[in-house]
């Protein structure tokens, strides 16, 4: 059923459901339609839905009706114009035909892709959900543009292309490396382009400067070394587990056990040094080691990257007392004999 048989009378309907006046142009039509329909879409009458749908469908039925009654108008006045006597040339300036769908202002050299009214505007009214009503399909796009709406419109061609994740990869280093510095080479392997177009494996040696006193986590970074698409590879440290040492920021920890016997009396120890085969002697004879004991050897720890390479932590030795497991009751005896004036 064509709309064209519709009366003034159901055409004045038409407007009152628009809420715009009988003197609106097929540009405050489209500006009142786009604003109803997102206003009474079901998906956001959920609580009415029947009365969304009934308004969402009357919507609908005026924009058709009224979009075709002025484009009917727009044609009409093409054609009287065709018959009329021919302007001077300043005349033909002032006037932009309604039929050029391609050229957007006369102020403007630019030539824009024709936009096409009815495939582009359902884009800005789809919800979520399905089965739902959607906007009106004509098989004849109108033609919108006037000397009213002659704003150029500018297409960006380029698009921006976002720099890929980086890959993380752990480069694994002894408590040794990390105190004296070392140097790394790691084979890493990417995807590259061939010259036949296939990706193909590649692989490349990198080396890594690790500097004395670097701490886990440490992050060394190669740009442009990932894939194809020159994303970015970072190393991490990451610490070996010593046998012997703890690393705590930069000072070393180091457990050493003795018997309850020397504790008491004195005792000598060798201690060693780490980064080397250096050895350290202590002699504990005039002190009595109890447990939870500490002794700080300074300067003994790690190097300070950020300072000078004689700067370092210290070297903390702590105590750990043997406790016999049995004494008889001689050595019971023996024991209180001894301790008991030194509670």
Known sequence: MGESTKSPSSASKYYGILEIPKS??????????????????????????????DKFRSINEAYRVLSKKKREEADLF???AAKTPKKNSRDEEDELQISSPTLLSRTTSRISPTVDFYTSMPACFTMSGTNTPTTPVSDQPPNYLSKVASKPIIFSQSTSRRKPQPIEKKLECTLE???????????????????????????????????????????????????????DIIFSIDEKTHPLYKREGDDLLLGVEIPLVQALT???ITVPLLGGDEVM?????????HPGFEKVIP?????????????????????????????????????????????
């Open 24 to 53: 609106a142009s097929l540009k405050d039509i489209c500006k009142a339609y786009k604003h109803l329909v997102k206003k009474w879409h079901p998906d956001r009458n959920k609580s009415n839905p029947a009365e969304a749908v």
């Open 78 to 80: 093409k054609s009287d």
């Open 177 to 231: 490396e990390l105190c004296n510095g070392c140097v790394k080479k790691v084979i890493i392997t990417r995807d590259a382009v061939a010259t036949t177009g296939l990706i193909v494996k590649e692989e490349e040696v990198v080396t890594i400067m690790v500097k004395p006193g670097w701490k886990r986590g440490t992050k060394i970074t190669f740009e442009g070394k990932g894939d194809e698409r020159a994303g």
């Open 266 to 268: 004195g005792c000598t």
């Open 281 to 289: 002697t202590m002699s504990f004879d005039d002190e009595i080691i």
């Open 299 to 343: 300067g003994q720890g790690m190097p300070k990257p950020k300072q000078e390479s004689t700067n370092r932590g210290d070297l903390v030795l702590q105590f750990l007392i043997q406790f016999p497991l049995e004494l008889s009751e001689e050595q019971k005896s023996e024991v209180v004999s001894i301790l008991e004036n030194h509670s």
